[in-house]
């Protein structure tokens, strides 16, 4: 091995001509030979140890700066190809150092060794224990990822026929109800629908399965949303305005009532040939009033717990609530048992808002609607038939909707099977014997309990589809009301029923009861009554 040592007076000598940013380092190639073993750089010292036909090799040189990398703070000495168990410092011939042969060595590659013995620095050991991290990270979050699309994907794809049941837990989280899960998303609080952004994708992800209803608006489906079944009211393109219109009265503030149809979201598809306009709304499986009265008789218990939750949503509708987040008095305008649904409890919900109208106190103006539909005549009021109401008054849309209200309660009130099982006898054996006999339908049951066949208000009085003029003669003219059985005088929740119509059937609009009286009277009775609405 060749004496490294360099005489202290040559040192400094030449640090007199050197710069001060210099480096002196030990040098054994044949390049420094000439200079005494020495080398000048403004990089770094390299000291560095092989085995080579089993003997050490020992290689001390200059690095320069544009070597390093980094440069200034190096941690890997680029020129130190080929070699193995490498020393780079930074101070004047600190390469002098001897190094240990390590351990292991490769000889695969002139690139390829072991840390600290190999080329490797410190670099590649961090890629090393990093990488296989990393991996992992991103194996995870490609996982979480792709699952999430496919719950997204199960949720919210558009399904054509099937529904596929794997989903349904998806849908609606804690076993809760559709209708709670709906009211928590409500904007606001307030119950008026799901938030805009949700209700545009609302008719994508609907099944529709069946037709439940037809009107002259379009028609009415079942649907599977959320695993829970709801309403689509689909209208026809040129009932454009009716649609708007009753989305725009659904989504009125805190009107969500438990009396009134809950409604979801307004929503248009196209399916190719035209644009759907939906609404949707809950679903209630025994469909309209009319539609339930025609296949279920009630006992007094379920009549007047009919009409005191219809009595309820209207009192809530007509019902103005003051605040910055408070409600609109609003006024139905087309009540009928057709536009009020029959909930699962036997409770009532009213629904079809088309036609209502909205009073605004602070400005005392109702914004009606700009449609050609009319309300229904079978169930329009005196002042209404005669054009005598008052179109500037807010109250006299409300009491049309309590005469309107008094028909139903009729309606109600004939299928009220008040006589329990001798009544029903009464009514399919012995009633059908004397019916062709009797020139009215009252003559016959003549006994407690008698159970009348459905009819609608004036149905012996007006044609089945009567014109404005007809039901104007009978109404205005006539002043022919319903007829109240006699026999409904000997029971006491049909006796309070037939006061409440007749109080609800005055020809001044004035006199008539108002909704909320209408529900506390009805309240009283259910008490009195023990029942439990």
Same mark, same amino acid.
């Given at each position: 091995m060749a004496n490294l040592g360099i005489p202290l007076v040559l040192v400094n000598c030449l640090a007199v001509y050197r710069s001060c940013e210099a480096l002196l380092c030990n040098?054994?190639?044949?390049?420094?030979?000439?200079?005494?073993?020495?080398?000048?750089?403004?990089?770094?010292?390299?000291?560095?140890?092989?085995?080579?036909?089993?003997?050490?090799?020992?290689?001390?040189?200059?690095?320069?700066?544009?070597?390093?990398?980094?440069?200034?703070?190096?941690?890997?000495?680029?020129?130190?190809?080929?070699?193995?168990?490498?020393?780079?410092?930074?101070?004047?011939?600190?390469?002098?150092? $001897?190094?240990?042969?390590?351990?292991? &060595?490769?000889? +695969? =590659?002139?690139?390829?060794? @072991?840390?600290?013995?190999? !080329?490797?620095?410190?670099?590649?050991?961090?890629?090393?224990?990093?990488?296989?991290?990393?991996?992992?990270?991103?194996?995870?979050?490609?996982?979480?990822?792709?699952?999430?699309?496919?719950?997204?994907?199960?949720?919210?794809?558009?399904?054509?026929?099937?529904?596929?049941?794997?989903?349904?837990?998806?849908?609606?989280?804690?076993?809760?109800?559709?209708? $709670?899960?709906?009211?928590?998303?409500? &904007?606001?609080? +307030? =119950?008026?629908?799901?938030? @805009?952004?949700?209700?545009? !994708?609302?008719?994508?992800?609907?099944?529709?399965?069946?037709?439940?209803?037809?009107?002259?608006?379009g028609e009415v489906w079942r649907g599977r949303w959320r695993g829970g079944d709801v309403a689509v009211k689909i209208f026809s393109s040129r009932e454009e305005r009716s649609w708007f219109r009753e989305a725009e009265i659904y989504q009125t503030i805190m009107i969500r009532h438990e009396n009134i149809l809950g409604f979801i979201a307004a929503d248009n598809k196209d399916n190719g040939t035209w644009t759907q306009l939906w609404l949707v709304s809950d679903h209630h499986e025994y469909g309209s009033l009319f539609d339930y009265l025609n296949r279920f008789s009630v006992t007094a218990e379920g009549m007047i717990k009919l009409a005191v939750t219809a009595a309820s949503g209207l009192a809530h509708l007509h019902m103005e609530i003051l605040g910055t987040q408070g409600k609109p008095g609003i006024a139905h305008r087309d009540l009928k048992s057709k536009n009020i649904l029959v909930k699962k409890n036997c409770t009532c919900a009213i629904a079809d808002l088309g036609l209502a109208v909205r009073h605004d106190s602070v400005t005392d103006t109702i914004d009606i609607a700009p449609n050609q539909r009319v309300g229904t005549k079978r169930y329009m009021a005196p002042e209404v038939l005669d054009d005598t109401i008052n179109m500037r008054h807010f109250d006299s849309f409300k009491c049309a909707d309590i005469y309107a209200l008094g028909l139903v309660y009729w309606e109600i009130a004939r299928r009220c099977n008040s006589g329990g099982l001798t009544g029903c006898l009464f009514s399919r054996v012995i009633q059908p014997l004397y019916s062709q006999r009797c020139s009215y339908l009252n003559c016959c049951p003549v006994l407690t309990g008698i159970l009348e066949e459905y009819q609608l208000p004036y149905y012996d009085l007006v044609p089945s589809d009567p014109s404005l003029e007809d039901m104007k003669k009978v109404v205005c003219d006539q002043k022919t009301r319903p007829n109240i059985s006699n026999w409904w005088q000997s029971h006491e929740a049909l006796r309070v029923m037939g006061k409440i119509m007749r109080e609800c059937w005055y020809a001044n609009g004035a006199a008539r009861l108002t909704a909320l009286r209408v529900k506390k009277s009805l309240s009283q009775l259910s008490v009195k009554e023990d029942i439990k609405v």
């Open positions: 040098c054994t190639t044949a390049q420094c030979e000439r200079r005494g073993f020495w080398c000048e750089t403004d990089g770094a010292c390299m000291a560095s140890m092989s085995l080579i036909d089993d003997q050490e090799q020992h290689v001390r040189t200059c690095i320069t700066r544009d070597q390093l990398e980094p440069p200034g703070h190096p941690f890997y000495c680029l020129s130190a190809e080929g070699l193995v168990n490498i020393h780079c410092c930074y101070t004047d011939y600190c390469n002098s150092i $001897d190094l240990k042969l390590p351990s292991v &060595t490769t000889q +695969s =590659g002139p690139n390829e060794g @072991l840390w600290p013995g190999g !080329t490797w620095g410190l670099v590649e050991v961090v890629a090393v224990i990093a990488g296989p991290l990393l991996l992992l990270c991103l194996v995870l979050l490609v996982g979480v990822f792709v699952c999430q699309h496919q719950r997204r994907a199960c949720g919210h794809r558009q399904r054509l026929e099937v529904e596929d049941p794997s989903c349904d837990h998806l849908y609606v989280p804690n076993d809760r109800s559709l209708q $709670d899960f709906i009211y928590d998303l409500s &904007t606001s609080g +307030s =119950g008026s629908g799901l938030p @805009l952004f949700v209700q545009r !994708t609302v008719a994508r992800t609907i099944v529709l399965q069946e037709v439940i209803g037809k009107g002259r608006f």
